[in-house]
């Protein structure tokens, strides 16, 4: 087999997807698939059949899935598929095997070959063939991974190549390589700390995420890793819960799969540690949530004493086996505390599972901080000594690695992700080479290895199934416990790999981080500000989650949002500017008014000072402002003489935590003399007024006086003539 030239080895997905193609007639939605490399308008998919084991005596059949992706009539054209004789016996050879190839088809002349026709494809169109090898014509004898390679060629004469493999389970195999599986059960990202409950519906349906996720593995030796928001989530709405939700949970507490906590929301554990989060974030309080008329006659979940991260209870370094502390004897008729929410007879709490290729060195040294003393990490993220990928458990430091295989994980991933038929086929075949290389690569006995899926769940729970249950059909791998794998002793040292996460992510994580504090400290003008931090702190855990990173564009709206809300909270008390304030006494109140948008009383500290030696005021004044309401502070003020002043007035929390941003100046006219002056203006015109009203009366009567004299001497005269 003519090996292509090197190249550097790329995600498997890249590696081992070939497209993914709907058949409208399976009445599936299509799938664009991407153009070849060379972007020609065929598209080309190789799904070996039997999961990609060819058995000896028996004929090796190819469906091949041909795909016209432009925009003209493709001719009848002839599809051949080569089977090369020699094997594929590393990962990395397997890795630029299944790199989609660039240039036109280079099949070794040993190669064993069939052509079959392919019909006229109209733009759009798919065309499902198959082409059989027959058994005869197979002469292998020895077992490994051989490469397959379909040519469609045209009329034209342009080609279009496509590459895949299959096993030959012939003379030789290895002994089965045990394969370890974890799992992560999370849902799709959200904004709020809880799931809503017409979420929590959906998904626990009969063919909702968590279900098919749930079916998928229960019962069997896979550890689960479960996002403690779910289970949160069910808990918290108490008797108003979803009853699919709620036997669901049970369903998940009654299987024998070994279960570990993700952190809460599976928020970022990495980010956290390189943004410069003091600790790992964990939930604070879930009270804002609770409505007690949902947990009426009903009994909280049982308290446990181990937390979701916190100190571990199992260290895989050696063989002893965690015995979980028996739980207190929960509280009839009581609503639950945040603690008891968060409980689980979880098999461990000393798992630490950052995503692929995001780990710095100092990432593993916080995790273990946080009691978080075991990490799974992908191989590319971590090496040994010699520099090249380690395997199995490890040791980095004071911590324990259970190292994720690389190569298995991405074609298990790739598997459990398959839509259609065709690529279900195509998928599982990468597996069983994936794993055969792995087998044979070991010459001695071979060790266990770890597999994991990614964050993203399976659309199929069909499709993760048959996957898992390859890991048994296959002669050379087998399922092991996951609990077993975590308990091994390391067998070498290791090194981190410095991968950090990207500044774009660390960045807002920070911002996040910056204006939790903020709201922390804001926060003390609230008697019980547990509602306030607890919601503030789940919402932003679940911005954290890493199923965020899928999603960049969304994930950035969401932080802004968030950075929104919370500028919002610390603006929601403030001072309101009024007109300024005259002055007109010795004495006077200055009236302050405070307003609260909050939906809880909050008690404020009003510390004033006057711009200069012309007036004095009280230095503090505390106030209590209701909920959603204003109250008017009056605050003394003495003068000293007269002008203009200002008061300038800082709002701080009972602490001394400033909460406006910016100082209220208040202008004050201070112009107590005219006061006095005006007393004696008033007191002289009331004199004035008071001397004119005397002089008048007595001139009014003294000429009363007069016109009566006159009017006797008048009669005096007049009398003779009677």
Partial sequence: MKQPSSRRLRALPALLGLGVVASSTL????????????????????APANGGVAQPGADITVTAEVTNTGSSIIDASTLQIALDRE??????????WLTPPTAESTVDSDAIITTVAVPALQPGDEHIVQAVIPAADVTLRDWGVRGLTGTVERPDGTESVAHSSI?????????????AVAIPITTQPGQTGLIPEATLATITADNGLLTRELDSVIGRPVGILIDPRIIVSIRALGSSAPASATAWLDRLKDASNPIYPLSYADADLAAMSQAGAPQVLAPTSFDYALDPANFTGATPPE????????????????????????????????????????????????????????????????????????????STNVALASGEPSAGVVRSGDSTVLVSDDTVSRALRDAAGALTPTDRQRSLSDLASSLAVVSSEDEDAPQPILATLDRAAPADGTALADALASLDSLTWSSSTSFDGFAAQAPTAEATVVDQPEPAERI????????????????????????????????????????????????????????AATAASTLASVKIVPGSPIGLYGNTGPLPVLVENTLPYPVTVTLRLAPSNFRLVVQNEITITV?????????????????????????????????????????????????????????????????????????????????????????????????
């Fill in 626 to 722: 209701e909920a959603a309401s204003s109250k008017q502070a009056k605050v003394p003020m003495t003068r000293v003489t007269n002008g203009d002043t200002s008061v300038r007035i800082d709002l701080v929390t009972p602490t001394g935590v400033p909460i406006s941003s910016a100082p209220t100046i208040v202008p004050v006219n201070v112009a107590a003399d005219f006061e006095v002056a005006g007393s004696w203006l008033v007191g002289g015109v009331v004199a004035l007024l008071l001397v004119f009203a005397a002089i008048r009366l007595f001139l009014k009567r003294r000429h009363g006086r007069r016109t009566s004299a006159e009017g006797d001497a008048a009669e005096i005269i007049e009398e003779p003539r009677g």
């Fill in 87 to 96: 094997v594929i016996s590393t990962r990395a050879g397997l890795a630029e």
């Fill in 507 to 562: 960045g807002p994580v920070a911002d996040m981080l910056a204006s939790e504090n903020q709201v922390a400290a804001f926060s003390s003008i609230i008697a019980d500000p547990r509602d306030l931090l607890g919601e503030n702190r789940a919402n932003i855990l679940s911005l954290l989650a890493n199923s965020w990173a899928a999603n960049s564009g969304g994930w950035n709206v969401a932080v802004q949002s968030q």
């Fill in 27 to 46: 009445g599936i939605a299509p799938v664009v698939a991407p153009a070849s490399a060379a972007g020609e308008p065929v598209h080309l998919v190789l």
């Fill in 167 to 179: 096993v030959y389970n012939g003379r030789g195999s290895p002994d089965r390589t045990p394969v």
């Fill in 303 to 378: 308290a446990s004493p181990t937390p979701v991260a916190g100190t571990a209870a199992v260290d895989p370094g050696n063989d002893t086996t965690e015995t979980p502390t028996p739980s207190p004897s929960p509280t009839p008729n009581a609503v639950p505390d945040t603690s008891a929410l968060l409980a689980w007879n979880y098999t461990g709490t000393s798992i630490a599972w950052p995503r692929d290729n995001t780990v710095a060195p100092n990432d593993v040294p916080y995790f273990a901080s946080n009691g978080l003393t075991t990490s799974i990490l992908s």
